[in-house]
């Protein structure tokens, strides 16, 4: 009996774990990489300076803060990245309209009637 009590409880352990582990990359995954930075510090060679996120939360601030989504951080500034938020993607093909086109009304496939 301690052996089966001993055996539920480290599968509990073990499934408890998979779970945080799940959510933990979800959260990662969804929400990108997301920076505040210095819209005013642009160099060519560094790209923005990184600040405090404060001065994205709040407009009472001697900093022109913006959000900088992406790109590689490296000694306080980041570079390669955009000011445009990512769309989360749906597993979609990619395409231009994002989908399969399989006719219908208005598709422009197909013949007419006469």
Known sequence: MADTRRQLR??????????????ALTAC??????????????TFSKGYKVVSDKNCKSAKTSVDGAWYYGGKKKSGWVDGGSF?????????????????DRGGFGSGHGTSGG
């Open 84 to 100: 445009t938020k990512p769309h989360k993607s749906s597993g979609g093909s990619g395409g231009s309209h994002g989908g399969v």
């Open 29 to 42: 995954s969804s929400d990108p990489d997301k920076r505040c930075v210095d819209r005013d510090s642009y």
């Open 10 to 23: 480290s599968g509990a352990v073990v499934l408890g774990g998979m779970g945080l582990l799940a959510s």
